[in-house]
């Protein structure tokens, strides 16, 4: 049942989704814009409702919920919060919901874990680089450039073994890599445990950071831990950017071309300051590989997270 003098705003991309625009409306009055900036949030007292675009570059805070006086529900369809300020939203007695309010659903969802694996791939083999040697009309001119490394009997250390973690410990499994990880919030004897992150990090070919951002985990990649790599590591991060000091990762890799880094995430991305990241140069000249966050970017990964944001606002509306 419709409910009736209430109105839904949704902001994240959804032109590619299917019937998505009718079953929002059939449970709440749905208006469909995409949202990137700040300024582009206009005054509206008759939204109850926001299912939020995750990728926006802002933050919802006291300055955003005021153009939505009678807003009640904010639904985020991503694990993050980080572009939520949930205090003012505490304060303002609005109700803050994410997959994670909704496991089950969650864990249908791959995109992430396998574009964790596609830059963890590539790391070893640069396809990336590849592919411009053909664009520059070279055929194996340059293979000692392009010369790989195998997956098989390398040791993989996972930062997190949580829903993608666990994915990646899977993958890495089946291409007869050996996992390892660090999670203080787990225990799975599928996997062997490091000792520490220090452990991991001096011992493991490969560090992937799978963690949540966190008061405990922001920042925690610094300097005394990516100085630690491997000759020849490889480093991916698809979490986010601030959980690596970006500063001493610059720094490392100033010092240590050898180190093969993808990164998906960068620091300050809802602030919209992730541009002035001391990385991009290194991104530029072609030492690492940065993607724009498009780990969680399929067709099906956004549908799934967009119905289970529709469901988190049927269980609200319900009472539960």
Not at 13 to 34: G, K, L, R, W
Not at 84 to 94: E, H, M, P, R, Y
Not at 138 to 156: F, H, S
Not at 223 to 251: P, Q, V
């Amino acid at each position: 049942m419709q409910v009736i003098g209430k109105k839904c705003l949704f902001s994240a991309p959804f032109s590619f989704i299917p019937d998505i625009e009718s079953q929002y409306n059939e449970v709440m009055p749905t208006v469909f814009q995409e949202i990137w900036k700040a300024e582009e949030v206009k005054a509206d007292p008759s939204v109850y409702a926001w299912v939020m675009n995750p990728g926006q570059n802002f933050v919802i805070d006291h300055s955003i919920i005021r153009l939505m006086p009678n807003l009640s529900v904010l639904v985020t369809p991503s694990t993050g919060r980080n572009h939520i300020n949930q205090d003012d939203c505490k304060k303002l007695g609005i109700a803050v919901y994410s997959l994670l309010d909704d496991r089950e659903a969650l864990n249908k969802i791959s995109a992430s874990a396998e574009f964790s694996f596609l830059l963890l791939l590539n790391t070893l083999r640069r396809l990336d680089r590849a592919v411009v040697e053909v664009t520059a009309r070279r055929w194996r001119a340059r293979e000692d450039d392009l010369r790989g490394l195998e997956l098989q009997d390398k040791l993989v250390g996972l930062v997190g073994l949580g829903r993608i973690g666990r994915r990646l410990a899977r993958y890495c499994t089946a291409f007869d890599a050996e996992v390892v990880y660090f999670d203080p919030y787990v225990e799975d004897s599928t996997y062997q445990p490091a000792d520490s992150l220090e452990t991991l990090f001096e011992q493991c070919d490969i560090v992937c950071i799978s963690c949540t951002l966190s008061a405990q985990t922001t920042g925690m990649i610094n300097s005394d831990l990516l100085r630690r790599l491997k000759y020849g590591a490889s480093l991916i991060n698809t979490s986010r950017g601030e959980i690596i000091n970006e500063t001493d990762l610059t720094e490392v890799l100033n010092a240590r071309p050898d180190l093969r880094v993808s990164l998906d995430v960068l620091a300050g991305e809802v602030s919209g300051t992730h541009n002035a990241s001391p990385l991009i140069a290194l991104h530029d000249k072609g030492q690492i590989v940065i993607t724009p966050h498009i780990a969680g970017a399929t067709v099906e990964s956004q549908k799934k997270a967009a119905l289970t944001a529709l469901n988190l606002l049927k269980k609200h509306l319900d009472g539960n």
